[in-house]
């Protein structure tokens, strides 16, 4: 089961990602913007968010894995790219249209924000929720929104992943 966890930022992706990996023994996908951003410096272009996508794409394209967790996606880099440059590279679109995945879960930033060196919308986060909701929605792709705090956001995941395996 292909398995995406995204949203806006301080939402408990990577913290979600890394539980539902561990405890559900499925492969880890990193967030390779992160991974970009601590290699690079935190500044980031227009032109920097389509190697981003490259690095995401590369990389399941190369795993071909039936079973894996994304820690967010291309979606992710075109909400970013649109809200920071009010633009996105037609690639991130194409690619979109072809990848999928068997559950999506939308984070709901509805955690208490956490300072870190490469976040950068502590107050726009409820806005950018709608962004990732309206993304989906034009995508036509089936989401689930997580919210809650600990256990219940966790348990609230992991039943929605079982129901989606089931399918």
Known sequence: MKI????????????????????LDIPLYEDFSRTFLERNGKYYTYKDL?????LYVNHIDIQDKESYIQDTFLVNIKIWSLYKYGKCHPYID????????????LMK???EWKEDPFRENKEDRDQLFLE???????????????EGEGEERYNMAKKICAQNKAK
Do not use: M
Request: aromatic share 10%; hydrophobic share 40%; with cysteine.
């Open 4 to 23: 995406l966890i995204t949203g806006p930022e301080s939402s408990g992706k990577t913290t979600l990602s890394n539980r539902l990996s561990s405890e």
């Open 50 to 54: 389509l190697k981003i996508s490259f």
């Open 94 to 105: 194409v690619q979109l249209g072809k990848h999928s995945f068997d559950c999506v879960l």
């Open 109 to 111: 930033p509805d955690l």
């Open 132 to 146: 990732y909701v309206n993304a989906f929605e034009i995508l036509d792709w089936e989401y689930h929104i997580i």
